[in-house]
């Protein structure tokens, strides 16, 4: 049996990361201001600091990583990729199956890869408190984490379901000295504003982000960190694929395609990017984004201009949209909850040069449990969706006996997500239907631009 896990020294964590724009055949859409026309750099500047925003708008194809950043990756990175071997057993499958691990992070999940980018930046513009949103609670902790290392005080607005289904999320942010709010809360406008007209929400990310906005743009010392959507969280998760390049030429390998769950698109961008730069070079390569049957952005939303946020603060993005003011179902995988998506990923996917699938939450849970069954890692609820699809095709591969090389991004651990597998095992998920209705009216809603 060849090699299990396929090790990089920390002398290979990479030094730059790779920006896909400048392989992409079209430049990007330009974010819109309210009055529909491109914004400059210095819309951004109330809650970004300039370094971020530079990379925001930049071309050029390679980004150096700042050595303080490198020495914090030191601490987990590079990330294991395996060889899946006994999960492609348990299938009989003759497919081979790799997956790149980002559950060994301190926080459990690919988004400290940026959180430590994000408080860097800030922290050299001399900023002393970010406000952030979370959804799973992974980019809570991860910024709370990135927040510690470099003195910044962080403040998160938890979406509500999630803030009372993972206690223990929010109990690792205090121990990293974050504060963490149930939201919508009554502090902000927008939280107030929401919960005047729904007072029993279950939250979503674009209320929160929407609350932790309003907060960084009404204060001088305090900035906003986003944990994925904007291209520069797509750029410093680029490691993970440049990481994965290079464990897979060390074992002789290359994928025919590439998985990854999609929410707002950063863990996907992080491992497909990377990959995508030699399909734009003619390599075949397929690159895979996975999202939920019940919140299905790519799959089932429109390609239009829309809000990031479900009040309306934010720039108009250019992306696939559900509609902002969409309320998704409360289910497990929450980071995979939001209504829009990377303009980059979106930009890419409108040109077909990458692909997505949606899957349901139940299948999502079966193919977590035979993963820990075979592989021993039990993976994030989010993470499944990756699972799901890989197994999907390495089934279908056991079907037409080819021989395909699949590889996935296990985005991050399940350790915090114990109650939703206990859920599973009960018989008391729910496959919620595609909320055709609720995202119909929803897209009444999203701003009317000429250019769009
Ligand atoms: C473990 C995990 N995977 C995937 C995601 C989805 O986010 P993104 O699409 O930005 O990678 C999240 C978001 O919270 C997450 O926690």
């Given at each position: 049996m060849s090699e299990v896990k396929i090790l990089l020294e920390?002398?290979?964590?990479?030094k730059q990361w790779y920006n896909v724009v400048a392989d992409m055949p079209n430049p990007p859409a330009p974010p819109l201001g309210p009055d529909g026309n491109p914004i400059g750099p210095e819309a951004l500047g109330a809650i970004f600091p300039m370094a971020l925003i530079e990379q925001e708008v930049s071309a050029d194809r390679w980004i150096d990583i700042p050595e303080p950043v490198r020495e914090i990756y030191r601490l987990w990175r590079p990330s294991p990729l395996y060889r899946a071997h006994r999960l492609e057993q348990m299938l009989g499958t003759p497919a081979k199956i790799y997956y790149k691990y980002e559950g060994v992070s301190p926080a459990g999940s690919h988004k400290p890869n940026t959180a430590v980018a994000q408080a860097y930046y800030n922290k050299q513009a001399g900023i002393k408190r970010l406000s952030t949103e979370t959804g799973a609670g992974q980019w809570g902790c991860a910024l709370s984490l990135a927040g510690q290392m470099f003195g910044l005080d962080i403040r998160v607005y938890m979406v509500k379901v999630s803030y009372e289904q993972k206690p223990y999320r929010r109990s690792m942010m205090h121990t990293w000295g974050a504060e963490v709010l149930a939201s919508?809360?009554?502090?902000?406008e927008a939280g107030r504003k929401i919960l005047a007209g729904e007072p029993d929400t279950t939250g979503s990310l674009g209320i929160s982000i929407s609350e932790a906005v309003e907060e960084a743009a009404s204060r001088e010392d305090t900035n906003y960190a986003l944990g994925s959507v904007l291209n520069h969280v797509l750029l410093h998760q680029t490691i993970i694929g440049q990481e994965a390049k290079t464990q897979l030429e060390k074992v002789g390998d290359y994928p025919d395609m590439v998985f990854a769950p999609c929410g707002g698109g950063s863990n996907f961008g992080g491992i497909a990017f990377p990959f995508f730069a030699d399909k734009a070079a003619g390599k075949e390569v397929r690159l895979v984004a996975v999202e939920p049957t019940s919140c299905p952005t790519l799959t089932k939303g429109e390609y239009a201009y829309d809000f990031g946020d479900t009040v309306g603060l934010t720039p108009l993005l250019k992306m696939y949209t559900l509609g902002h003011d969409f309320i998704p179902p409360g289910i497990h995988a929450g980071g995979l909850r939001y209504h829009g998506d990377s303009a980059l990923v979106s930009q890419l996917y409108n040109e077909g040069l990458v692909e997505a699938v949606a899957v349901p939450q139940i299948a999502t849970f079966e193919a977590g449990v035979m993963f820990a069954q075979a592989e021993g890692i039990i993976s994030a609820p989010e993470s499944n969706h990756a699972i799901r699809a890989c197994i999907d095709e390495a089934l279908l591969c056991k079907e037409s006996g080819e021989a395909k090389t699949l590889l996935f991004n296990l985005?991050?651990?399940?350790h915090f997500d114990m109650a939703a597998y206990e859920r599973y095992y009960n018989g008391e998920l729910e496959d919620y239907d595609y909320p055709e209705e609720a995202i119909k009216q929803s897209m009444q809603n999203i701003p009317k631009v000429a250019s769009a």
């Open positions: 920390e002398s290979d964590i990479p919508p809360t009554d502090q902000t985005s991050g651990h399940g």
